[in-house]
């Protein structure tokens, strides 16, 4: 089965990885003139010359990043089967269709405005109570395209920086941690859901998960399950799919945005899960059996953003796991992640500790069950 991959960065690499041992093939697609997947058939189309060369080596389409035009995936779809399908890229690329569809199946959000002009913004900040997170609608990752207001008298400024057509206006979340739900929906509707993770974010950019939770009640779990369940089959859903939550004091959930792919909070999964994501999303769209999603051990993921560290050193550390995604190093980028396993939370924290004194400019990790 040779799979074709829209976007080709360090996803798709780690796909194509999870993939060969099933005899699986990679052709990436990318539009961008920076592929960085160093792996596979990659096709550079910058110019939307090389689509039906593309399309012509391929069983069957996936995506690695969901920022693509509609169109290119709905005309993909009329030639080669596509999962998750052109509806699910069309909701998840833009945060006003995800909350409309939120709303419908029942799923609690942050209070929220939708505003198309400054004077809009400025009224809806009013209205909300700061502080408040305006956000891009389409187009965002890593915290880009947002802004924080603390006053309405911020808001004109905050507009001209974030410079976009439509701007969603969230309630500031008050949040005891973000949590993250991942699940995979089979061809035949089977579903599979991962223990949640808590996500330690820094300026917007995810820094540490860590996944199964000590603290966790299992009817949250059970509610974040109905959740995701609910959008997998409202979307006839077939992939992995990422739910990203606030979790608040009384221990409810508010759903902060989804992404219609594999995910960094899932990256513990790779050496901590009996089935990693990566392998769960492609065994989906083959119409394969879905693997055990259990947790083997507690996990954390620490990414490493901007600078690399010793690689040695990191090695050195027992239990770790070093996947690094061949870029050069860049102020803000993600360069690798390294999956720490441990009996326990206590032991875990102490190796989390240790990893990230060896990386240069990480933040202290801080978890809400300390
Ligand atoms: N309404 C909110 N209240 C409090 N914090 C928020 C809110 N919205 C976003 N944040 C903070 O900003 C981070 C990034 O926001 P969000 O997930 O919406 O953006 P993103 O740029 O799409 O991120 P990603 O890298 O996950 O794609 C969140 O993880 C959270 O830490
Ligand atoms: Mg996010």
């Not at 060969?20 to 960085?36: I, Q, V």
């Not at 990659?42 to 060369?53: P, S």
């Not at 187009?139 to 207001?149: C, L, M, P």
């Not at 998960?209 to 077939?238: C, F, K, N």
Request: aromatic content about 6%.
């Amino acid at each position: 089965m040779n799979i074709g991959v829209l976007g080709a960065g360090q996803l798709g690499r780690m796909l194509a990885l999870a993939g060969y041992p099933l005899a699986n093939r990679f052709t990436f697609l990318d539009t961008t003139g920076h592929p960085s997947a160093g792996i596979g058939d990659v096709m550079i189309d910058t110019d939307r010359k090389h689509l039906e060369a593309f399309l012509e080596k391929v069983d069957l389409v996936t995506y690695e990043f969901e920022h693509l035009p509609v169109s290119l995936v709905q005309a993909i779809e009329e030639v080669k089967p596509v999962y998750p399908s052109s509806e699910a890229i069309r909701v998840c690329q833009n945060r006003a269709e995800e909350k409309a569809l939120f709303d419908r199946l029942g799923i609690p959000t942050p209070a929220y405005r939708l505003v198309a002009h400054a004077d809009e913004l400025e009224a809806a900040v009013r209205e909300l109570g700061c502080p408040v997170v305006a956000k891009s609608v389409t187009e965002g990752y890593d915290g880009k395209g947002q802004a924080v207001i603390r006053d309405p008298a911020e808001a004109a400024e905050a507009w001209r920086a974030i410079n976009h057509p439509q701007l969603i206006v969230e309630a500031f979340v008050d949040f005891e941690r973000e949590v993250s739900i991942i699940a995979v929906r089979g061809r035949d509707g089977e579903v599979a859901f991962y223990p949640m993770a808590e996500n330690q974010h820094v300026d917007g950019i995810l820094r540490y998960s860590i996944a199964p939770l000590p603290d966790l009640a299992e009817s949250v779990q059970q509610t974040a399950d109905g959740y995701i369940r609910a959008l997998l089959d409202e979307l006839d859903y077939v992939g992995v799919l990422t739910l990203e939550l606030f979790q608040c004091a009384d221990g409810s959930l508010l759903a902060n945005e989804m992404a219609p792919r594999v995910h960094n909070s899932g990256h513990w999964s790779i050496d901590g899960a009996v089935t990693s994501q990566f392998e769960n999303h492609l065994r989906a769209i083959q119409g394969l059996p879905l693997g055990d999603t259990t947790a083997r051990m507690p996990t954390c993921m620490v990414n490493v953003i901007g600078r690399e560290g010793e690689p040695a050193a990191i090695l050195a550390l027992p239990d770790a796991h070093l996947h690094r995604y061949d870029k050069s190093e860049r102020a803000g980028r993600k360069l690798a992640h390294v999956n720490l396993l441990a009996p326990t939370h206590e032991a875990l924290l102490e190796r989390v500790r240790a990893c990230a004194a060896l990386l240069p400019d990480a933040p202290a990790p801080r978890f809400s069950f300390e």
